[in-house]
């Protein structure tokens, strides 16, 4: 696969609370992968063990490498730290993946392979691209999340077919040019939020379709403050960006080149 012999360094955002069970395991499919791939695990202090257990990883392989914070703070939170980490080193590519399988860690080398081909700026994992690919969800959870992808899609103007999906795969021009400090969201629409400002800015977003599993180990992180965060944000993207519906640069987002 020549596409991938000359991929450029990537690397993998796992943020961690509570996944003693799947730490080990997810790190070590990560490191199998048929490319190399570095994996920063980002733990917000969980009291199961796992940021204890990375560390064990990160002392095996110098793939690995373990960020801590000191207490839990939320999924928007702990990825802005864990991309702040990945801009002051020179990756390539940084992706976003849950640690709980629900993403398949296989589907990294066609990120890769769009984002080359595409010369796209951000690219997402779909789970209702091409119909749907979502396997042991209750018929609850699936409609709440196709609702939602609609409801932002009606909101914000953005094309895609899953805006809320947490597995992407950022250039780092596009991620550069992000003022993290300034990003609100802290719930799963974060994943909304990052999206609209690059989407609204212009850059390149292309979409995969992946399959998506509802995790086997370990409980979800959804909430009803989750919930009704990710109501409000997409109203507030929509006044960020003129009351449009199509991109526009928004300058208090953006960081001056």
Same mark, same amino acid.
């Given at each position: ?29 990560? $490191?199998?992968?048929?490319i190399?791939?570095?994996?920063l ?9 796992t ?12 793939? #690995? ?8 703070d939320?999924? !928007? ?9 990945? $801009? ?20 990294i ?15 997402? !994992? ?51 040019? +992000?003022n ?27 979409? #995969?379709?992946?399959?998506?599993t ?17 109501i ?6 929509? $006044?960020?960006n003129?009351l449009?519906r ?6 208090? +987002?953006?960081?001056?080149?």
């Amino acid at each position: 696969m020549e596409l991938l012999s000359d991929m450029s360094q990537t690397l993998l955002v796992l943020p961690t609370y509570n996944e003693a069970e799947n730490i080990r395991p997810m790190v070590e499919r990560l $490191l199998n992968l048929e490319i190399v791939i570095d994996v920063l695990v980002v733990d917000d202090n969980s009291p199961d063990g796992t940021g204890d257990i990375a560390d064990e990883l990160a002392e095996l392989n110098k793939c #690995v490498h373990v960020l801590h914070r000191q207490e839990k703070d939320g999924l !928007g939170r702990a990825y802005c730290a864990g991309f702040a980490w990945a $801009l002051e080193r020179e990756y390539d590519f940084v992706f976003e993946m849950d640690c709980d399988f629900s993403h398949n860690p296989d589907d990294i080398v066609r990120f890769l392979e769009k984002a080359e081909s595409e010369n796209a700026d951000l690219v997402l !994992g779909s789970r209702y691209c091409e119909g749907i690919r979502v396997i042991n969800w209750p018929i609850s959870r699936l409609m709440l999340s196709l609702f939602a992808a609609k409801y932002v899609q009606i909101i914000t103007g953005m094309p895609f077919t899953d805006p809320t999906g947490g597995f992407k795969c950022f250039r780092r021009r596009a991620l550069k040019s +992000i003022n993290l400090d300034k990003v609100k969201a802290n719930g799963y629409s974060f994943q909304v939020e990052l999206t609209h400002i690059l989407w609204r800015c212009g850059y390149k977003i292309a979409e #995969v379709p992946i399959i998506f599993t509802d995790r086997f180990v370990g409980t979800s992180k959804m909430s009803g403050k989750i919930v009704r965060e990710a109501i409000w944000m997409v109203w507030r993207l929509w $006044l960020q960006n003129g009351l449009r519906r199509r991109p526009r640069k928004n300058k208090s +987002i953006i960081k001056p080149q």
